[in-house]
């Protein structure tokens, strides 16, 4: 069994890789770590792609560091793109069994007009897909 953790780059969310980590020793999973820069076209991004893939490096390498603290071994892998599409490839790619994400922390009128990876995942991802929220 192999679960997806998707991570947002810039959010400190310990308590989605703590359910993974519990996850993966109740299933015997392994787990693959994937953050999106999020950078769909760089000539329209407010810095450069570089800057946003570091972020997501950044988040992927804490998710599996923190994951590898509490004795689950796991894989940091970072994508370029569109977020949804991205962590929906990683997945394919990985043939994953499931797709952790946390929960959106925006406010429910941001989410309606901005859109929530989380629901969207739910929508259409073609692979389990487990939300989790804060405690």
Aim: charged fraction near 20%.
């Amino acid at each position: 069994m192999l679960i997806v953790l998707a991570t947002k780059p810039g959010a400190d969310q310990p308590w989605i890789t703590d359910a993974v980590a519990r996850l993966s020793r109740q299933t015997g999973a392994s787990v693959a770590v994937v953050a999106v820069d999020h950078v769909e076209l760089e000539r329209f991004s407010a810095a450069p792609r570089t800057v946003f893939m570091q972020g997501a490096r950044e988040a992927a390498e804490a998710a599996a560091g923190r994951l590898s603290a509490a004795g689950i071994a796991a894989e940091a892998a970072v994508r370029s793109g569109r977020t949804l599409e991205g962590i929906m490839a990683f997945a394919d790619e990985r043939k994953a069994d499931l797709i952790v994400v946390g929960a959106s922390t925006r406010p429910a009128v941001a989410e309606r007009l901005l859109g929530s990876v989380p629901l969207e995942l739910i929508k259409r991802s073609t692979r389990p897909v487990m939300v989790v929220t804060h405690p």
